[in-house]
């Protein structure tokens, strides 16, 4: 039986041309609807559709997508049951997209259109996550949970290492969008090499801006695992791809570049900070603590303020002006305001959830703990924007004594660090505990129990009584003491415990 069947081509201007011509076939007629395939594919580059040949299966593919307006309305005020029905929807969406994508990679020979379909379930991901919380980030935490759990990771992992360079980049872009906690676990352990390759392929000199993207932040994910990762990362070139791009100017890049040099301070342990510094990655944090965008300051300063209180590489840090700019930033910027600044304009805090909050807490009560005072301003600076986030998603507050930053907090909170003091004492008052005695900056007019506070802070609870009671110690005796008054009127025979307490003091009389 004779027919007429159609074929559509694409021109240079990304209009459509149509050809007919008879052809036998006992099948009937397949029509497309033209305006439906122009829809679909409106968002795809006229530099991918060059040329190619819109296939039945191809707008098939391409209209199997939704157009995504619902996600667009969603924001922190819609009803919950409106949020589960696009969750019940978007999900199955998800679980046809990973059919396709199985069924697609099983063939010897992938449809041309496979790279712009990919990039319209990143398109879907990423809408998702934009919707505002608290609905934001259960959503699309929803699309990574199908996408891991029905094998969808597999197919984006092992298209990191394809032939074709558009699909690799399309496969990248995508798992950069769904790296979770969990799915960072799954591509660790599943294919690392894969996807750190690809990363470092897309930060290349000759990159363009859109693929340097994608590579950096995936390397920014990848170095918020732990030390093993981090160093397997940086093994591969990760750290080198995130130095080189931090000459670039794209502000999107740049973020991921900060974030990615925090988390590797955070995670990577002393032996990435060493390697941090052979990097001269102090140096490189400059420009962006000095950077315009609020977000690649901060994530500059925590970045360096983790690093210099790490003693053993203290001395090389403080080679670099950088730790010069983390107390302008606290001093000028409100916890709380810059909490939904970063969350207005950057998914950071919406991809690491609560349990990634509680990660970086953990990693920043040493921080907290540091004889540094930047470091420390830094530390409580955040403590407090996090108490803040976590007090306004009605979430628990708990996670501060479980990772045991109840006592260093008051410690900070009482200390005559000025800015540290400040935001510790908030931090405690926003998660209900009790603000301790605050110790004034004017040490000469300290009590004999001022005295006694800061004896019992620096770790000599011991000696308490004999400063305080025996010896009736205020602050101006105590910048006079000599190591012999300790051991002859404090009674700390110790040479090695005076040799402490004279440190301590003389870290004292600097502030």
Not at 102 to 117: D, I, L, T, V
Not at 322 to 333: K, R
Not at 416 to 425: E, Q
Request: include cysteine; glycine fraction near 6%.
């Amino acid at each position: 039986m004779a027919t007429q069947q159609q074929k559509q081509t694409v021109t240079s201007s990304g209009r459509f041309n149509q050809e007919r011509h008879a052809a036998a076939s006992s099948q009937s007629k397949l029509t497309i609807n033209a305006k439906s395939v122009r829809k679909e594919l409106s968002v795809v580059s006229s530099s991918q559709m060059n040329g190619t040949l819109v296939s039945l299966e191809d707008a098939d593919l391409m209209s199997s997508l939704p157009s995504l307006d619902d996600l667009d309305i969603l924001d922190s005020s819609s009803d919950l049951a409106d949020v589960e029905q696009a969750k019940a929807k978007y999900t199955g969406v998800m679980s046809s997209c990973v059919e396709r994508l199985k069924e697609m990679a099983s063939r010897s020979k992938q449809s041309h259109m496979m790279p712009c379909y990919l990039d319209r379930v990143s398109q879907m991901v990423g809408k998702a996550w934009a919707v505002p919380a608290p609905h934001g980030q259960s959503l699309a935490s929803s699309l990574c949970d199908v996408l891991r759990d029905n094998g969808g990771l597999d197919v984006l992992i092992n298209n990191c290492v394809a032939d074709d360079s558009n699909l690799q980049l399309s496969s990248a872009r995508l798992l950069e969008q769904c790296l979770t906690q969990e799915n960072r676990e799954y591509v660790v352990e599943c294919g690392l090499d894969k996807v750190v390759s690809v990363a470092c392929g897309c930060t290349e000199p000759s990159a363009q801006v859109d693929q340097s993207r994608v590579g950096t932040g995936l390397l920014e994910h990848l170095f918020q695992h732990n030390d093993v990762t981090c160093s397997e990362v940086v093994k591969l070139g990760g750290l080198d791809a995130v130095v080189r791009e931090c000459r670039r100017s794209d502000v999107e890049i740049l973020r991921h570049c900060a974030g990615a040099l925090a988390n590797l301070s955070l995670y990577g342990g002393a032996e990435n900070q060493e390697a941090m510094i052979k990097r001269q990655v102090p140096m490189w944090l400059f420009p962006l603590a000095f950077h315009t965008d609020d977000n690649i300051k901060y994530y500059a300063c925590l970045a360096i303020a983790v690093l210099v209180a790490n003693k053993e590489i203290e001395a090389a840090v403080l080679q670099s002006v950088t730790l010069n700019l983390v107390e302008p930033f606290v001093s000028t910027h409100n916890p709380y305001e810059f909490a939904n600044t970063v969350a207005a304009t950057w998914q950071h805090h919406a991809r690491r959830g609560l349990g990634q909050s509680k990660n970086w807490l953990k990693r920043l009560v040493p921080v907290l703990n540091s004889k540094r005072e930047e470091a420390r301003n830094l530390a409580a600076f955040h403590f407090c924007m996090e108490a803040g986030i976590i007090q306004k998603s009605q979430g628990s507050t708990d996670i501060f004594s479980e990772i045991g930053a109840i006592d260093p907090l008051k410690s900070v909170a009482s200390s005559p660090n000025a800015i540290a003091s400040k935001y510790a004492a908030q931090t405690l008052r926003l998660i209900g505990e009790e603000v301790p005695h605050k110790l004034s900056q004017q040490v000469p007019l300290w009590s004999n129990e001022d005295v006694r506070e800061w004896v019992r802070q620096i770790g000599f609870d011991g000696h308490c009584e004999s400063f305080a009671d025996v010896c009736k110690v205020d602050g101006d005796l105590l910048l006079q003491l000599t190591e012999e008054m300790l051991r002859d009127d404090i009674g700390m025979r110790n040479a090695i415990l005076r040799k402490r307490f004279m440190r301590e003091l003389a870290i004292l009389k600097k502030m």
